[in-house]
């Protein structure tokens, strides 16, 4: 399709044109009503802070920091937007797909009765990877790059996995309280990869004794799965883009419409936007990702971490923005 169905309909001249790392500064000042920050993660805190300042709206892409310092930032911002009344909608689109809410609605109803534990894998080959150029400082090829260096994209447990572990969250409406776990770089070992692990498998506790079970992979020829599954005394729910049901006493198996949730999360950002009922899902992203962050805590370190612990920890990624 290319671009050619939005010409007329995009006005960008070159004085609302902005490059550089300061390049977010002018355009939160350049009049805009609503902000997209889907930079690589280290930078969301920062433009985030700087949006809702500004008396915008934001859609906010997960993870929404590489650390707790940039958490504490961000929950901070969304406190301040809830209170200017604007609206925040995070990049964690399953809590605008239609599966997902009917299932979250079952389990949120008893249908799983006491939740004993959940189990959440993204495992997959592979990713993107850009050769270095000539000409390309260190800079500009970690950034061309970031997925694959920690103070960038946070490793890929917090980049991607965020996704899972917020679904788990969701089910057991409770954030964890310790982890523990272990991990690696096992094949992506060449410098060309940056630092980040290839795997990281962690073990969540919660404060009313569930846990959950996680694992992320990314190494090719291995068994994929992207899902999640909470187990209960009357049942299992297993839940995946596409495929929702739950066995046991309350069987259930969803047959309704299926949405692009990628276009609804938006949808729903400006519907309650021109409602005056501003959604705001900063506080919920926020905890997802530290979520994300206390498992590569406890993979780095190989320690039990708690939750307050990593929550106040000082430990920073990359440089000040």
Same mark, same amino acid.
């Given at each position: 399709?290319?671009?050619?169905?939005?010409?007329?309909?995009?006005?960008?001249?070159?004085?609302?044109?902005?490059? $550089?790392?300061?390049?977010? *500064?002018?355009?939160?000042?350049?009049?805009?009503?609503?902000?997209?920050?889907?930079? /690589?993660?280290?930078?969301?805190?920062?433009?985030?802070?700087?949006?809702?300042?500004? $008396?915008?709206?934001?859609?906010?892409?997960?993870?929404?920091?590489?650390?707790? /310092?940039?958490?504490?930032?961000?929950?901070?911002?969304?406190? *301040?937007?809830?209170?200017?009344?604007?609206?925040?909608?995070? @990049?964690?689109? *399953?809590?605008?797909?239609?599966?997902?809410?009917?299932?979250? *609605?079952?389990?949120?109803d008893g249908a799983l009765g006491r939740i004993l534990f959940a189990r959440c894998s993204w495992n997959q080959g592979s990713l993107w990877?850009?050769?270095?150029?000539? $000409?390309?400082?260190?800079?500009?090829?970690?950034?061309?790059?970031?997925?694959?260096?920690?103070?960038?994209?946070?490793?890929?447990?917090?980049?991607?996995?965020?996704?899972?572990?917020?679904?788990?969250?969701?089910?057991?409406?409770?954030?964890?309280?310790?982890?523990?776990?272990?991990?690696?770089?096992?094949?992506?070992?060449? /410098?060309?990869?940056?630092?980040?692990?290839?795997?990281?498998?962690?073990?969540?506790?919660?404060?009313?004794?569930?846990?959950?079970?996680?694992?992320?992979?990314?190494?090719?020829?291995?068994?994929?799965?992207?899902?999640?599954?909470?187990? @209960?005394?009357?049942?299992?729910?297993?839940?995946?883009?596409?495929?929702?049901?739950?066995? $046991?006493?309350?069987?259930?198996?969803?047959?309704?419409?299926?949405?692009?949730?990628?276009?609804?999360?938006?949808?729903?950002?400006?519907?309650?936007?021109?409602?005056?009922?501003?959604?705001?899902?900063?506080?919920?992203?926020?905890?997802?990702?530290?979520?994300?962050?206390?498992?590569?805590?406890?993979?780095?370190?190989?320690?039990?971490?708690?939750?307050?612990?990593?929550?106040?920890?000082?430990?920073?990624?990359?440089?000040?923005?």
């Open positions: 399709a290319g671009v050619e169905p939005l010409a007329g309909r995009v006005d960008v001249p070159e004085s609302r044109r902005f490059a $550089g790392f300061d390049a977010y *500064r002018g355009v939160v000042e350049s009049g805009c009503d609503v902000v997209v920050i889907a930079t /690589p993660p280290h930078f969301r805190p920062a433009h985030f802070e700087a949006a809702v300042e500004r $008396g915008q709206h934001v859609f906010l892409e997960k993870p929404v920091a590489v650390d707790a /310092p940039g958490v504490r930032r961000v929950l901070a911002a969304a406190e *301040r937007a809830a209170e200017k009344g604007l609206a925040v909608v995070s @990049g964690l689109q *399953r809590h605008h797909q239609f599966g997902y809410l009917e299932a979250m *609605r079952r389990i949120h990877h850009k050769p270095r150029q000539a $000409g390309w400082s260190d800079m500009e090829w970690q950034l061309r790059n970031w997925l694959y260096f920690t103070w960038l994209s946070g490793d890929h447990i917090v980049e991607q996995h965020v996704h899972n572990l917020d679904v788990v969250n969701w089910a057991l409406q409770a954030h964890p309280v310790r982890a523990r776990g272990m991990g690696g770089r096992q094949v992506r070992t060449d /410098p060309a990869f940056g630092h980040v692990f290839d795997h990281h498998a962690v073990q969540y506790g919660y404060a009313d004794g569930a846990y959950c079970f996680s694992e992320c992979r990314q190494i090719d020829g291995c068994a994929n799965d992207v899902s999640e599954h909470v187990h @209960g005394t009357r049942g299992v729910a297993h839940l995946a883009d596409g495929r929702w049901s739950i066995t $046991g006493d309350a069987a259930w198996t969803y047959d309704g419409p299926k949405n692009y949730a990628y276009q609804t999360e938006h949808d729903d950002l400006f519907a309650s936007i021109r409602s005056g009922k501003p959604l705001n899902e900063g506080r919920m992203v926020a905890e997802a990702t530290l979520t994300a962050i206390l498992g590569r805590m406890a993979t780095y370190s190989g320690r039990e971490v708690t939750w307050d612990e990593a929550l106040q920890s000082d430990e920073r990624f990359g440089p000040d923005v």
